[in-house]
């Protein structure tokens, strides 16, 4: 059986890198957007199992039972490794045999690209991942079994994957795939992602809060 494994963090406290050019209340809905894109594109998703939802953020739980997703609700809010981990465990458990961690932030994201990893046969132990747009981040893991290696989200997480899996003896296999690469870290990201002009809750949301514009203007003025 397969997984899908969606962790959400309390919106209100992350992308602060974005904090030069949208407000923390900003930072907050432009996160909620972003996973309301990610959570339909999953819905459509008939490849796996299970959808899940892991979580201490009552509002993301609430959206995922909307769905019909399943969710592991924490306690306190804990790192993504952490997060991952405890929840890939527990699916291992509930007979998984292998869990595709997926980031929120992804806004680009269809459930075709999804249903393309999930149809990767990879005999175990084995992993595949998907850079980021720069090339040192994970932004989509595929395990199995679940819990081959343990995660290492955070900077330059790509290459530490590798090395965990290297260690473990599992097999990896990196795929490229730009929408699920494109997640929204900092404003050149938005700016890449105003871009692609998709119609998406994400744009809209950039749209509404003047976003946008705001970043027009500050790559106008940049000579951009």
């Known amino acids: 059986m397969k997984a899908l494994l969606i962790p959400v ?47 201490s953020y009552e509002p ?26 405890a929840a890939s465990l527990s699916l291992a458990g509930r007979g998984f045999k292998t869990v595709m961690r997926l980031p929120a932030d992804l806004p680009l994201v269809r459930s075709e690209d999804i249903e393309d990893l999930l149809a990767v046969k990879l005999a175990p132990p084995a992993a595949l991942m998907v850079p980021s747009r720069e090339g040192t981040g994970t932004n989509a893991i595929l395990r199995t079994p679940p819990v ?32 699920i690469a494109l997640d929204i ?23 509404s809060m003047g976003a946008a514009a705001r970043l027009k203007s500050v790559e106008e003025k940049a000579g951009v």
């Open 148 to 179: 081959v290696f343990p995660s290492r989200f955070g900077p330059n997480s790509l290459s530490l994957h590798i090395s965990e899996a290297e260690r473990a003896g599992a097999r990896c296999v990196l795929e490229y795939n730009p929408r």
């Open 60 to 85: 993301a739980l609430s959206h995922a039972r909307s769905l019909d997703f399943d969710v592991i609700e924490e306690k306190a809010q804990q790192s993504e490794s952490q997060s991952v981990d």
């Open 185 to 207: 870290d900092e404003p050149c990201d938005l700016v890449e992602f105003i871009s692609y002009r998709v119609d998406t809750h994400t744009l809209d949301s950039l749209h």
């Open 9 to 55: 963090k309390d919106p209100s406290r992350g992308k602060t890198r974005l904090a030069t050019i949208l407000s923390e209340e900003e930072r907050r809905l432009l996160a909620w957007a972003m996973l309301l894109d990610v959570s339909n594109a999953a819905a459509q998703v008939k490849s796996c199992e299970g959808i899940f939802v892991v979580s």
